[in-house]
């Protein structure tokens, strides 16, 4: 029994050891560029309406729509998850989910801190948001495609250029967060297709073609 439990653990870390050289495939393409056309709609919607103004207000409805946008984006794994996953790929899920998770949720606590203690400060919650967010997907790295790493640069950059342009902007601008988010999962939507779904189509493609010519 000891050697044979001796096996089990050396071929978990083994299994483990592969699932690490694998990139994830959870995240697809549609429902990531969704994500990033709610916020694009909210800031528009907000921006013809004029509401809200006030910092508290901004701040709750933005969070609603990052949840809304959170649910689409992830709709994929959790529908895979729940539906045709393996016990092993629901593991690598929630391996994955638990380095993104604890950036976003650190965004949330400083968010809280900073409408609860002074809301004049409102006005740095998008840059800080866009770091927040750059950190999570620099944490999910390793285990998604490489140029994931262009799309946690772009959020730090645009983090950096709010907090930057944040005290002289006086105003509480919805493309600040909307927009940033908008083109940044609309670029991360193509990372994901560029990198994952196109050469899995062509691949399958080029798999498909000697049985046409088989039938032929």
């Known amino acids: 029994m000891t050697d044979y439990s001796r096996a089990l653990e050396q071929i978990a870390e083994i299994h483990e050891h592969l699932a690490k050289t694998e990139v994830y495939r959870g995240w697809r393409s549609l429902p990531v560029a969704c994500s990033g056309l709610v916020g694009l709609l909210a800031a528009l919607w907000q921006a013809v309406t004029g509401a809200p103004a006030d910092a508290r207000t901004f701040t709750l409805y933005w969070i609603a729509v990052g949840i809304v946008a959170l649910v689409i984006g992830c709709s994929e794994i959790v529908w895979h998850y729940l539906v045709y996953a393996t016990p092993g790929e629901r593991r690598r899920s929630r391996q994955v989910i638990g380095q993104f998770v604890p950036a ?65 902007a006086g105003v509480l601008s919805p493309w600040a967060v909307g927009g940033t988010f908008g083109v940044g999962q609309l670029f991360a939507s193509a990372a994901l297709y560029w990198s994952i779904e196109r050469p899995d189509r062509k691949r399958a493609r080029l798999e498909r073609a000697p049985e046409d010519r088989g039938e032929d």
């Open 104 to 168: 976003l949720v650190a965004g949330a606590m400083a968010t809280g801190a900073v409408v609860r203690f002074n809301p004049a400060f409102a006005g740095l919650l998008p840059g800080l948001w866009a770091l927040f967010f750059g950190v999570a997907v620099f944490a999910a790295r390793p285990f998604v495609p490489r140029a994931s790493g262009w799309v946690g640069l772009y959020y730090w950059t645009a983090g950096l250029v709010l907090l930057w342009r944040a005290p002289d």
